[in-house]
């Protein structure tokens, strides 16, 4: 593993080139994009398309066009997941299906395989209404992706992190549940200092969010598990207040909460410790991911 | 000067429009590139971002935030083109070879491949987070503003982003530990 700074490796190679002279926009582009705007009518800031004094070449742009989104909307509907339950596990987007010349394939998880603990960067494509059992993960568990996620668009997909004590199911680019098992966690979820151990039991969970000031902790009904037991369940909002740097907070946590964020979390007692799982879900409609959580965690059965 | 010919090219002067796409042409190259590593790819995206841009631009009401607009318009011809199947794996051209040789003490050949291959597997959206924020200077708020995304959406992005690049890094000595945030 490299000792430098990892950050500052991912800035300096993503900035690289921003002052290059040599990227430029090619004259043959611009050249190519004068005579498409001579071809093509505007549209105006209050009428409609029009199309009647196009010339030929512009309507024959245009039903380039027309048969390229028309194609793309095929290809988009053959990539959603399936919707039922124990349906075929998706098949993997276009973007990720055409990468795969160069990149290692994601592996694609039919239901009831088991999901593994991915060594970066394979990933295990999982479909809604499917349920899997993972191997990987630190506590080994079953889980059902719940049949609302193929309301979502995009592919789904399970993987392990923080030397698999983290087992994180990826609904989309932008929501994600991440079931913890003995991992480090930030002392104070509104104002981290320090790094202390998951605590021990539920209630120890609860007095851990509800002692953070700048958090607001909302102890919701306990959720029954399909393998047995509960779940506690809080409702965490942080305020503005909060910690809001995109840095990691002190001791580099795998896990913490920002300024202004809202979270779910669940505490499950396992033997000796406890389980946390960890909702993201900045844009989705909260009380409809709130329920399909829901529903993911109460399918939850450990082995 | 920009101003100026933005307000000329929404009138349908197509040569103030052609000085429009000399002034920025070389930045959204630069944008387009970053995000698809393709030249062809970008190329294309940018040729459909302008042409697009051309025929919109009468909609526009603020001309101030006519790049903000532009970079909208070119990142969604960027996600459209990074969606196709074609070329995909191809004429692959990587900026580092450009690169000045000051970087090289800090950026490895092998970390260059590294971040290559984990960059190429981020979804175009994350990737755009990325370039906006790292290789353009937005702050978060101007990332979400460019590409017309909410702040929290923008930073969830970015920590993805930034997380699957950091594990790329760290995956040369086959321990996949990334710093994560995960919740």
Known sequence: MTSRDPDALIRTWLSEGAEDPSVQLPDRVSDAIAADIHLTRRRTGFGPWRFFDMSRIAIASVAAVVAVVVAGAALIGLNRPATSVGATAPAPSLAAAASAATMPPAILSAPGDLVVGSPFPLENVIAAGSTYHSVGFTSPLAFTMPAYASSISGTFDAKTWADRHTLQIHWNNDYAVTINDGLKVSNNVCHPTTLID???????????????????????????????????????????????????????PQIWFGAGEQHRVYAIQRGDRTVLVMTWSPLQDAAAMDTATNQLVGSLQFN | MLLALVER??????????????????????????????????????????????????????????????????????????????????????????????????????????????????????????????????TLLEVADHLGIPVGTAKSRLFYATAALRAALEADDRTPIPKERLA
């Open chain 1, 198 to 252: 998951t605590p021990a039991t539920p209630a120890a969970v609860g007095s851990w969010l509800h002692a953070a000031t700048g958090a607001t902790v909302t102890d919701r009904a306990d959720l029954a598990l399909a393998g047995g037991g509960v779940a506690r369940v809080f409702d965490v909002s942080l305020s503005d207040a909060c910690y809001s740097s995109t840095d990691s907070p002190p001791g580099n």
């Open chain 2, 9 to 138: 090219a929404k009138q349908g002067d197509e040569e103030a429009f052609a000085a429009v796409v000399r002034v920025v042409g070389d930045r959204c190259m630069f944008i387009a590139l970053r995000i698809l590593r393709d030249v062809d790819r970008a190329e294309d995206a940018v040729q459909a971002a302008f042409v697009s841009a051309w025929i919109e631009l009468p909609t526009l009401r603020d001309l101030e935030r006519f790049e903000a607009w532009l970079h909208r318009i070119l990142v969604n011809a960027c996600y459209a083109e990074a969606r196709r199947g074609r070329r995909w794996a191809a004429n692959v051209v990587l900026l580092e070879t450009d690169t000045p040789a000051a970087r090289d003490e800090y950026l490895t050949v092998h970390d260059r491949d590294q971040l290559d291959r984990g960059f190429r597997r981020l979804p175009p959206e994350q990737r755009a987070v990325l370039v906006f924020h790292h290789a353009l200077g937005l």
